[in-house]
């Protein structure tokens, strides 16, 4: 199997992690404070993260060839990720707040790359995420009721603006260290950001050994191992096809709603994931490699490159 192929494998088994978050924090009581469930999952991701990463000499020699400002500016994207997803979906719903977070951070990524390197993706390629953005609002938007908070969907937008900035930066430093010490350094700087926020609540929720056991699943499996998983898929693709790729997350929230949690199937949600794994085929087939450089293009060249990109 070729080193995409495996890449892609890594980041869909990631997505997949992640789409177990929902289901867990089902587990949580009721009276949960949504913010600390998210800075208690990065401290314990950053802390599995950083065993492991201590655990052998050569990750952990790695950590002194890091471009630290690099580090900083990934955990700090992936921290306000947290809150700010967190934040939107209290403000604007579950469905709102999700579908605009995840479809928004794959036009994100788009735009940073088409801006750093100058270059426009396929045309099949930004079809393929179209579609696939499309079956993420459908998806969100089945059985699901939101308030319409501008607010929350600003919210929303910030924090897939923040995911996909991860996705560019942690992409662009993956060949100078194990994925392992990449994820822990980044995580550590994500776990420090957030972790003020547990002193703004009560944290009366969190006595008893469930309680614990269900964190403990939050923060090794659906933080730590996937983003090691997806650390390492990202070095081996572009981040816009690894943002693309991890919205398998969502279908796999889907399927956990309807399997453990008894939600309804509707014509909507069907139709959501239809488009969702449509776009998934579409951008796993065709190569990151972009049709043409922006810069070699004359102005008249440019135009219907330009009109794809806008639409």
């Known amino acids: 199997m070729s080193p995409r192929w495996l890449g892609m494998a890594a980041v869909l088994a990631a997505a997949v992690l992640w789409g177990t978050t929902g289901t867990l924090q089902s587990q949580l009581p009721a009276d949960r404070a949504p913010m600390a ?3 208690l999952r990065l401290l314990l991701g950053a802390a599995l993260l950083l065993l492991l990463a201590l655990a052998r000499r050569a990750s952990r020699n790695a950590f002194w060839r890091l471009p630290w400002w690099r580090i900083l500016a990934a955990g700090l994207a992936i921290g306000t990720y947290n809150l700010c997803f967190f934040l939107a979906v209290t403000k604007a ?6 579908a605009v977070a995840i479809g928004s951070a794959l036009v994100w990524a788009t735009v940073y790359e088409s801006l750093a390197d100058r270059r426009w993706p396929p045309r099949v390629r930004l079809a393929g995420q179209a579609l696939s953005v499309l079956g ?16 929350g969907i600003g919210l929303a937008l910030v924090s897939g603006a923040s995911y996909a900035a991860y996705s560019f930066v942690t992409r662009s ?12 350094a980044t995580f550590s700087v994500a776990a420090l950001m957030t972790l003020p926020v547990l002193l703004l609540g009560p944290l009366d929720w969190l006595s008893g050994a469930s309680t614990w056991m269900t964190l403990a699943a939050l923060g090794i499996g659906a933080t730590g191992l996937a983003y090691v998983l997806y650390t390492w898929g990202l070095a081996r693709m572009a981040a ?3 943002v693309t790729l991890a919205l398998a997350e969502p279908v796999t929230a889907w399927l956990l709603a309807i399997l453990v949690v008894d939600e309804a199937v509707d014509a909507c949600s069907l ?41």
């Open 271 to 311: 139709t959501g994931v239809a488009l969702i794994l449509a776009g998934l085929a579409s951008v796993a087939i065709i190569p990151d490699s972009p049709r043409r450089s922006v810069s070699s293009q004359t102005p008249a060249a440019r135009e219907p490159a330009a009109a794809v990109s806008n639409s």
């Open 173 to 184: 430093i993956g060949h100078r260290a194990p994925p392992i010490t990449t994820a822990a």
């Open 240 to 242: 816009s096809t690894a």
């Open 136 to 151: 993420v609002g459908l998806l969100g938007l089945a059985g699901h009721g939101a308030d319409d908070s501008l607010i």
């Open 37 to 39: 469930v998210g800075a």
């Open 93 to 98: 719903g579950v469905g709102i707040g999700t």
